[in-house]
């Protein structure tokens, strides 16, 4: 079942559980109840603030290609997951996104634990609009894996 959140109190939240003892882990499961698809990839939410996240994903059989490699998908919703903390973190409470379009540049295969960054500026939204957020994901030895680029719509919430 869908577990109800309000997606503004996601800073609070965060600050609360990521200083317990497994709390990332707790509010990266949170984050995927919520949104089930983003779920699906286990990834752990590092760090978040409003403009920033960092989310890590480990390499596993279930989520690998048949190059033995990390599924393309799976890299594009790490990424994706990355924006939309960055910029749900920061918007208010009036204000809701929702995605319309990703492109991803693969520049290297995906092996072993990655890492989504994204930082972004926090838009004043008084009229719907279209916002480019980006984020990068990088291997454990630092080296560029991919470039992702969410367009997001952003409006006033409906009364």
């Not at 983003?38 to 190059?67: C, M, P, Q, T, Y």
């Not at 919703?77 to 693969?106: K, Q, Y």
């Amino acid at each position: 079942r869908l577990i109800e959140m309000d997606i503004t109190k996601l800073p609070a939240l965060w600050h609360k559980t990521s200083r317990l003892p497994f709390g990332k882990w707790l509010f990266s499961k949170l984050i995927g109840r919520y949104v089930p698809y983003s779920g699906s990839i286990g990834a752990v939410v590092e760090e978040l603030n409003a403009g920033f996240a960092r989310v890590s994903l480990r390499d596993k059989h279930k989520i690998r290609n048949h190059l033995n490699s990390i599924h393309a998908v799976a890299l594009m919703n790490l990424g994706e997951m990355a924006s939309g903390l960055a910029l749900n973190a920061g918007l208010p409470t009036n204000v809701r996104g929702i995605v319309t379009n990703m492109d991803i540049e693969f520049l290297k295969k995906a092996r072993g634990t990655m890492v989504a960054e994204c930082r972004c500026d926090i838009p004043d939204v008084v009229e719907d609009v279209q916002y480019i957020v980006k984020s990068e994901i990088v291997d454990k030895e630092g080296d560029k894996v991919a470039n992702i680029t969410v367009h997001w719509r952003l409006g006033q919430k409906k009364q």
